[in-house]
T-cell receptor, first 114, second 110 residues
Framework: DGGITQSPKYLFRKEGQNVTLSCEQNLNHDAMYWYRQDPGQGLRLIYYSQIVNDFQKGDIAEGYSVSREKKESFPLTVTSAQKNPTAFYLC?????????????FGDGTRLSIL | KNEVEQSPQNLTAQEGEFITINCSYSVGISALHWLQQHPGGGIVSLFMLSSGKKKHGRLIATINIQEKHSSLHITASHPRDSAVYICAVTPGGSQGNLIFGKGTKLSVKP
């Protein structure tokens, strides 16, 4: 079954720690995305990647970092510089980066600060 | 003002009712998407459309480009339709990045 796998489903972080959220896809998609969802707000784009070894900042990239060393993997690191990291994080992918490409989403990771 | 506005914010319906969720947007777009977010958080893409109307099972999505408005209809609603429905647009001239509405939370009672 092709799809996007995000892990873990729930994640807890202590103040001052970096934490990495995993996103893996077996859809052979070139483009991948990370979104943040807060209660009562629409999804906001953190980073996106058009192709391996390339990524671009989205609307709210401060305090986050990503890598795209493999086509199927796009991990997101929430750094200690992110002052309000508690949120629901969604990873998505599309065949290519383009205007007529539907995005496929994972089941999300909920990050909380201890 | 948000670029993508949905109404209503919350909707409760009885099983079998016909449901309409509305989406208005203020930017020129290349495409509009309707997404369904389940209680666990996962999101499924329902429709992507740039004109006219699309139908899939009991779901119908329409768009009026001139009025910058789209509707999602659910016929013969069922409790399993309970979810958050999200409207998103691909702005014209963008690389494909989406702007999302805040979602409409639908609860269908048996």
């Amino acid at each position: 079954d092709g799809g996007i796998t995000q892990s873990p489903k729930y994640l807890f972080r202590k103040e001052g720690q970096n934490v990495t959220l995993s996103c893996e896809q077996n859809l052979n998609h070139d483009a991948m995305y990370w979104y943040r969802q807060d209660p009562g707000q629409g999804l906001r784009l953190i980073y996106y990647s058009q192709i391996v070894n390339d990524f671009q900042k989205g609307d709210i990239a401060e305090g986050y970092s990503v890598s795209r060393e493999k086509k199927e993997s796009f991990p997101l690191t929430v750094t200690s510089a992110q002052k309000n990291p508690t949120a629901f994080y969604l990873c998505a992918s599309s065949e290519t980066l383009g205007i007529n490409q539907p995005q496929h989403f994972g089941d999300g990771t909920r990050l909380s600060i201890l | 003002k948000n670029e993508v506005e949905q109404s209503p914010q919350n909707l409760t319906a009885q099983e079998g009712e016909f449901i309409t969720i509305n989406c208005s947007y203020s930017v020129g777009i290349s495409a509009l998407h309707w997404l369904q977010q389940h209680p666990g958080g996962g999101i499924v893409s329902l429709f992507m459309l740039s004109s006219g109307k699309k139908k899939h099972g009991r779901l119908i999505a329409t768009i009026n480009i001139q009025e910058k408005h789209s509707s999602l209809h659910i016929t013969a609603s069922h409790p399993r339709d309970s979810a958050v429905y999200i409207c998103a647009v691909t702005p014209g001239g963008s690389q494909g990045n989406l702007i999302f509405g805040k979602g409409t939370k639908l609860s269908v009672k048996p």
